[in-house]
């Protein structure tokens, strides 16, 4: 418990909120200012994936950032997913540097890259930015499209801005089952 409390005072001395408070506003933005995003706080989300954890630490993702004006529209003619944001990041599985699990012999790729993806949406909220992780895309067309190495596969796709002043999160946000609905105490 004393960990968590340290925790906590730490982010709001870096950040200025509480975590627990910040995960709670933090929505899936699907409409964004026109504001480009600054490279210092692009940089610092890309840190976030850097740091990111992964099986065995051995990082086998890849991060692709679209931002300008010509990339950004050939994103959005393969999926409406890019909404109007003014950077999305794709981020990639490398399948020549995924663990696999010794007990199923599944690769490690959706997980790695979920972490990735989920340090550089938190590191977005903390920095007043807004995201939306996205997986409806055909990983295919992107990979064509932006001519993707073979052995990467793009799992997520971060759309990333200032949210609009008229955003507000979609109808499901604040429907959450309960924690007795979902922990099981074994």
Known sequence: MVEIIIIECYFDIMCGMDFSEMIRQRYSVRKYDSRPVEDDKLRTVLEAARVAPTAKDTQPFKIYVV????????????????????????????????????????????????????????????????????????????????????????????PIGYPATDSVPGPMHSKRKSLEELVVEL
């Open 67 to 158: 931002k300008s004006k010509g990339t950004i529209e050939r994103l959005r003619a393969i999926t409406p997913m890019a909404f109007d944001a003014p950077v999305v990041i794709m981020v990639g599985a490398v399948f020549d540097e995924c663990c696999q699990s010794p007990f199923s012999g599944k690769d490690y790729s959706y997980i790695d890259t979920s972490i990735v993806t989920d340090h550089m949406m938190l590191q977005a909220q903390a920095l007043g930015l807004g995201t939306c992780w996205v997986g409806y895309f055909d990983p295919k067309l992107i990979s064509k499209e932006f001519d993707i190495p073979e052995g990467i596969e793009i799992k997520h796709l971060l």
